[in-house]
C-alpha cells in the first residue's frame, strides 16, 4: 500500500488506537511518538519527548481517566513513565527515572479509574496514579537495582481474583524467579 522512510530509528511495535477522529497507528522513534492515520497512513505528527530519552518497551493503551478515549503509556529507555492523550497528541502526565518496562494496570485507590503498577527502581513493584502519574503505593521489599538493563528485564502483573482481591506477580531474580502477594484494597497513600 505505502512505503516510505522514517526520519529516525524505530523503537517500539507499532499499535493502532481507536480515537474519535479514526484509528491512529502509533510509532515509538528515537525522536519521540509519531501519529500517523491508519487508514491512509498519513503523518499526523510527532510528540516529542526530551534529548536523549525515547519510547522503548511496549506501548500500552488504557482509558485512565474513564472519558471512554485511550490514552497511550509509553517507557522510556531513561525508566521514565509518560501518558500520552491520543486525541490532542499532548503529554498528560510523566514521571521521573526509576521504573521498568512494563506496566500492569488495576485500580489501587478505588477511584473506578485504572492507575500503573509498575517495577521500580529500589522497590519490587509501584502504584502510579493513573490521573497524575504520581506515586499512590509501593512495595515494602527493598529490591536495589544496580543496572537499567535488570530493572528493563522485570515485569509485573496485577490479576482480580473471583472474590475481588488484587493479587500482584513479578519476576525477581533475586528470590525464586516469581513473587506474588495480595495488595490491599485502596492501597493507595493517602495524600
Not at 528515537?30 to 500517523?36: D, E, H, I, V, Y
Not at 497528541?89 to 485504572?114: E, H, M, V, Y
Request: without cysteine.
Amino acid at each position: 500500500m505505502r512505503s516510505f522512510r522514517l526520519a529516525s530509528e524505530v523503537t517500539t511495535q507499532p499499535i493502532v488506537v481507536e480515537t474519535e477522529r479514526g484509528n491512529v497507528l502509533l510509532l515509538g522513534l528515537k525522536n519521540g511518538l509519531a501519529a500517523f492515520d491508519a487508514s491512509t497512513v498519513e503523518p499526523l505528527g510527532r510528540i516529542a519527548i526530551e534529548a536523549n530519552d525515547y519510547p522503548v518497551g511496549a506501548l500500552s493503551v488504557v482509558d485512565l481517566n474513564g472519558d471512554r478515549l485511550p490514552e497511550v503509556i509509553m517507557t522510556t529507555n531513561a525508566g521514565r513513565v509518560i501518558a500520552i492523550d491520543v486525541a490532542d497528541g499532548k503529554i498528560r502526565w510523566s514521571t521521573d527515572a526509576g521504573f521498568g518496562l512494563t506496566p500492569a494496570f488495576a485500580d489501587l485507590d478505588a477511584d473506578a479509574k485504572p492507575d500503573l503498577v509498575v517495577p521500580g527502581k529500589n522497590k519490587f513493584a509501584v502504584g502510579l496514579s493513573g490521573m497524575t502519574g504520581s506515586v499512590i503505593w509501593e512495595s515494602d521489599d527493598e529490591i536495589p537495582v544496580t543496572t537499567t538493563k535488570e530493572l528493563d528485564a522485570r515485569s509485573v502483573a496485577v490479576a482480580t481474583v473471583v472474590d475481588g482481591r488484587l493479587m500482584l506477580v513479578g519476576t525477581d531474580r533475586s528470590a525464586a524467579g516469581l513473587r506474588a502477594f495480595e495488595l490491599p484494597k485502596s492501597s493507595a497513600k493517602n495524600p
